[in-house]
């Protein structure tokens, strides 16, 4: 991420908003951190992240308008989810998936569709691993980030990966309460199983998980209704409208190996009624890496 300027909201003595410019995809970021009662930052508190040791301060990053940081759509290929043929060392297949660009491009695959083949590869290896690679690469052509495949190889980091399914856990909390994550994510980073899940991948499949007619939103639906795995999606939508109760603001808790994430997703629509992501704001902490002098000759 590149800075190019920040602006500070000190109207909260226990608070400080932090306006970004992220100059690689020219879209805003908000984060609000813990101050004390003389503007520093408050570095401990009671914040847990799956995947991170400890606890710290919470620190809400809101990205202002994510949609389109790399494709300038928020669905590149133009639909909200359809299936793409692979070629890979385990021969063709064909998965349904979702291109989405919020944040950073991903591409989310419904885990259940992944060929059989796949199914009885070791996760870490390499011939699992170059699966996961041969449907990124295809998927970065549909979404015009690639000219071909052997184009798409050579940048590893964009798009990025992740297979989606329904949540593999439910907590049950001490007044009996149970809860259950929307969705579970297995996701990838430069041709390697990812620990947690990127910050960034949880804003972009928190919208899409919103969203009626994509991969994620099919997953979740398909839960609720405890029909059996490869049960096929309702209709989708291609046209981009929304209903008016899809719109507004949601919690969307997205399950991961080490853990959940929450992002809190704001949907809108334009004045041809067609869909908007106004933002997404999740959560991380900060820890101290080094701390120094500097001097000043007057």
Known sequence: MSIQYFELDVANVEQIDVTILNTNTNRKIVQRLQVDEDGHFCEDGDYHIGGVK????????????????????????????????VNSSIGEFTVAASMVDAANPFVFVDETTMPTAWNTLDR????????????RCAAAVRMGLAVDEKSAHLVRGTPKIALLSPSKSTNVFADNSKHTA????????????????QLTGAVCLGAATSIPGTIASDIRERAK??????????????????????????????????????AEVNLGKNSDGK??????????TARRLFEGNVLLRM
């Open 54 to 85: 400890g606890t710290a301060s919470q620190i809400k990053v809101t990205f202002v308008e994510p949609a389109g940081s790399m494709t300038n759509q928020l669905f590149p290929s133009g639909h909200r989810r359809e299936e793409i043929t």
């Open 124 to 135: 870490l290896d390499g011939t699992s691993l170059s699966v996961i690679e041969a449907i």
């Open 182 to 197: 929307d969705i579970h994510v297995n996701s990838y980073s430069m041709g390697k199983p990812h620990p947690s899940f």
């Open 225 to 262: 209704l405890l029909t059996p795995p490869g049960t096929p999606p309702q209709e989708t939508l291609d046209d981009g409208l929304l209903a008016e109760s899809t719109l507004g603001r949601r919690t969307v808790t997205i399950e991961h190996s080490s853990g959940e994430i929450e």
């Open 275 to 284: 869909i908007t992501v106004e933002g997404v704001a999740v959560s991380r």
